[in-house]
């Protein structure tokens, strides 16, 4: 292997006139293979060392990386279960009339009464939790449903039901769990 040097412009110029000039001098010459000086690149043991480095990095961070996104996406759709819950709650409040929060299947949306009081209006954008998170939506009700529904008076306060409502936010083999009291209370955590 050759040294590796810098050269200034003045030396470049005269060094390629040397050789110029040595290679007509020597072309012949039965040692010198001119082949030898013009090898670039990587051979493929380099670039099988490398590719096992990468891969060995691969493997062990990749696993962390994915459970981290999973987590993040679970924790992510119970921040929005539980802000849906707070909204169906403030529309009753702000409304003075009846809200209804209705889960089906992954899908959250929040419907207010009318000033009729005989149609129900939607109030917001339906939220479908298993496109944007995909996470699995279920709740506590017994036998289990794959529709419900909580209705909050216009106080805010949850009617017809005496414990605590539950939702259970799954994806991959965890779950979180948002509840909302009697009071219309809702809790993220320690339910």
């Known amino acids: ?71 993040n996406n679970r924790s992510s759709a119970t921040r929005v279960v539980a802000s849906t819950f707070f909204q169906a709650r403030a529309v009753a409040i702000q409304r003075s009339m009846r809200s209804t929060l209705v889960r089906n299947g992954s899908t959250i949306l929040i419907f207010g009464d009318s000033a009729s009081a005989a149609t129900r209006v939607q109030v917001g954008k339906t939220v479908d939790l298993a496109a944007r998170y995909g996470v699995t939506l279920t709740s506590n009700t017994s036998p289990a449903v794959t529709r419900d529904s909580v209705f909050f008076d216009p106080r805010g306060v949850v009617s017809g039901a005496v414990t605590n409502w539950k939702v259970i936010v799954t ?11 009697g009071l219309g209370n809702t809790l993220a955590r320690g339910c």
């Open 1 to 71: 292997m050759s040294k590796r040097r810098r050269f200034t412009a003045l030396e470049l110029v005269c060094a390629c006139l040397a050789r110029s000039t040595a290679s007509r001098l020597h072309a012949h010459h039965p040692r010198r293979d001119p082949r030898a000086h013009n090898r670039s690149g990587f051979t493929i043991l380099e670039l099988v060392v490398v590719m096992t480095i990468a891969g060995i990095i691969i493997a062990i961070t990749g696993r962390g990386i994915a459970s981290a996104y999973a987590g």
């Open 171 to 181: 994806k991959g083999t965890k779950a979180d769990t948002v509840c909302v009291s």
